[in-house]
């Protein structure tokens, strides 16, 4: 079961927004797209997740394309605070745990 | 989402020595307990899951006899690291889930140095 592709590091100007793509081509129906963020030196923090519909919460909005093959997590005014790793994971809910990729290492620049 | 803790946040021992981590879920009845091995720069990798009052199990070369984990209640589990050598040096992050499978909360992890 192949996981999901992003690009290693991206740079992104503090205040503009921070789009950061994901991959995931073999994703199954019953596979959802999770977005987890981890700071350095902490534990990973859910960001936001979604099926098939776009979504939106207080921390990002999840853009998922029609044929579900990728999807794009946004940040709308990226801060410093924002620089972390984000990972993109598929996940189905059958029970299976999250399993990480090598995420996208995201710098936020002032 | 769930509030979940480790303790100790931070360990140094000697090699030879066992280092015993706990994690708890504050707030949230964890059916199931996840841990985590992290090497710098590197990826999260799961180590082993867990499910209240079973026995763990294990991802492929992850030694069950060295990593000893402890899932007696749903809001405790405990992860022992035995006769600990440098190379177990690394960063412990343990996860919970509960019932719905989409929720998935991580603690703060357990930074492991082994000298």
């Known amino acids: 079961d192949a996981k999901t592709t992003q690009p290693p590091s991206m740079d992104c100007a503090e205040g503009r927004a921070a789009n950061l793509p994901c991959n995931h081509s073999t994703i199954s129906g019953n596979e959802y797209v999770y977005w987890y963020r981890q700071i350095h030196s902490q534990g990973p923090q859910y960001i936001i997740h979604?099926?098939?519909n776009n979504e939106t919460n207080e921390m990002a909005s999840l853009i998922i394309t029609e044929d579900r093959k990728s999807s794009t997590l946004i940040l709308p005014h990226a801060t410093l605070r924002d620089t972390a790793v984000y990972y993109c994971?598929?996940?189905?809910?059958?029970?299976?745990?999250?399993?990480f990729g090598g995420g996208t290492r995201l710098m936020v620049k002032p | 989402g769930a509030v979940v803790s480790q303790h100790p946040s931070w360990v140094i021992c000697k090699s030879g020595t066992s280092v015993k981590i706990e994690c708890r879920s504050l707030d949230f009845q964890a059916t199931t307990m996840f841990w985590y091995r992290q090497f710098p720069k590197q990826s999260l990798m799961l180590m082993a899951t867990s499910n209240e009052g079973s026995k763990a199990t294990y991802e492929q070369g992850v030694e069950k006899d060295k990593f000893l984990i402890n899932h007696a209640s749903l809001t405790l589990s405990t992860l022992t690291v035995t006769s600990a050598h440098p190379e177990d040096s690394s960063f412990y992050i343990c996860s919970v889930r509960g019932l719905s499978y989409n929720e998935q909360f991580f603690g703060p992890g357990t930074r492991l140095t082994v000298l």
């Open positions: 994971i598929k996940l189905n809910n059958a029970g299976n745990m999250l399993t």
């Open positions: 979604g099926l098939k």
